[in-house]
T-cell receptor, first 116, second 107 residues
Framework: NAGVMQNPRHLVRRRGQEARLRCSPM?????VYWYRQLPEEGLKFMVY????????ESGMPKERFSAEFPKEGPSILRIQQVVRGDSAAYFC??????????????FGDGTRLSIL | RKEVEQDPGPFNVPEGATVAFNCTYS??????FFWYRQDCRKEPKLLMS???SGNEDGRFTAQLNRASQYISLLIRDSKLSDSATYLC????????FGDGTTLTVKP
């Protein structure tokens, strides 16, 4: 009964390095969402993906951030040339259908990214 | 104006108290609504869906008022374990989370 699996749980990077965050949705779920939570702030939507498609990336910063959800394998959130301001908790959620279908999202444990 | 706005916290209440949170949303086309709780910056966990007719789950009651565009969460007989941040979620093509309301239940 595996839920949404995120790894790593904690990731430390130096400024300028790349960070790759992985998310495997719950079994049977084909919709993946990424959120970022900065320290002392609320949860902010970043991107919504289906298999091989980006549906909504309106919350993604224009530069350095990208996301994919390939046909095989987990969804990847990639941050290039990380800066101190990228330090945050990154949560992934999945649902079996579109958000409009009244299906709630289920969250993974998150990845805590720390930039030195 | 934010798409989803919640009561500013924190709420500090004694055990056994009844507490209510409100959440307003701006998109009249919103189709589904949920309450989540988040403990100590762990992952948000679904508390309950919010249905048009209102729904209850034990000590928790959720209501939706489409005309006024708000949802509410009522917690009766508060327990220490209810201490958490409560997030309202509004879906209209994508999910929008409120910033959360922090509840602390004290002995």
């Amino acid at each position: 009964n595996a839920g949404v699996m995120q790894n790593p749980r904690h990731l430390v990077r130096r400024r300028g390095q790349e960070a790759r965050l992985r998310c495997s949705p719950m079994k049977g779920h084909s919709h993946v969402y990424w959120y970022r939570q900065l320290p002392e702030e609320g949860l902010k939507f970043m991107v919504y993906l289906q298999k091989e498609n980006i549906i909504d990336e309106s919350g993604m910063p224009k530069e350095r951030f990208s996301a994919e959800f390939p046909k095989e394998g987990p969804s990847i959130l990639r941050i290039q040339q990380v800066v101190r301001g990228d330090s945050a908790a990154y949560f992934c959620a999945s649902s079996p259908d579109r958000v409009d279908s009244n299906q709630p999202q289920h969250f993974g444990d998150g990845t805590r990214l720390s930039i030195l | 104006r934010k798409e989803v706005e919640q009561d500013p916290g924190p709420f500090n209440v004694p055990e056994g108290a009844t507490v209510a949170f409100n959440c307003t949303y701006s998109n009249s086309a919103s189709q589904s609504f949920f309450w989540y709780r988040q403990d100590c910056r762990k992952e948000p966990k679904l508390l309950m869906s919010v249905y048009s007719s209102g729904n209850e789950d034990g000590r928790f009651t959720a209501q939706l008022n489409r005309a006024s565009q708000y949802i509410s969460l009522l917690i009766r007989d508060s327990k220490l374990s209810d201490s958490a941040t409560y997030l309202c979620v509004v879906n209209a093509g994508k999910s929008t989370f409120g910033d959360g309301t922090t509840l602390t239940v004290k002995p």
